[in-house]
């Protein structure tokens, strides 16, 4: 998973960034990336149930926060 691109690295050093830090390594955005992705991974095979049973194709804004909220 470390070579597929679905979110850049440099979104996870500009999130960092904004977070207050000063030096960010290679390793730790791979880490960040990783971490989000397989997060948003599940997020959206949940908002996909979800959506398939309200009868729904169109995964909609609750669809996620319900999805989101499944983790608490």
């Known amino acids: 998973m470390v070579n597929e691109r679905m979110i850049p690295l440099a979104a996870m050093e500009k999130i960092m960034r ?3 830090a ?3 390594s290679d390793s730790a955005k791979i880490e960040l990336k990783n971490l989000l992705e397989e997060k948003c991974k599940i ?13 729904r194709k169109t995964i ?4 996620i926060k319900l999805a989101i909220e ?3």
Do not use: L, T
């Open 43 to 55: 997020i959206a095979e949940r908002a996909i149930k979800y959506c398939s049973h309200a009868g």
């Open 18 to 20: 904004e977070s207050g």
């Open 70 to 72: 499944s983790f608490r």
């Open 22 to 24: 000063d030096r960010v």
């Open 60 to 63: 909609k804004p609750e669809d």
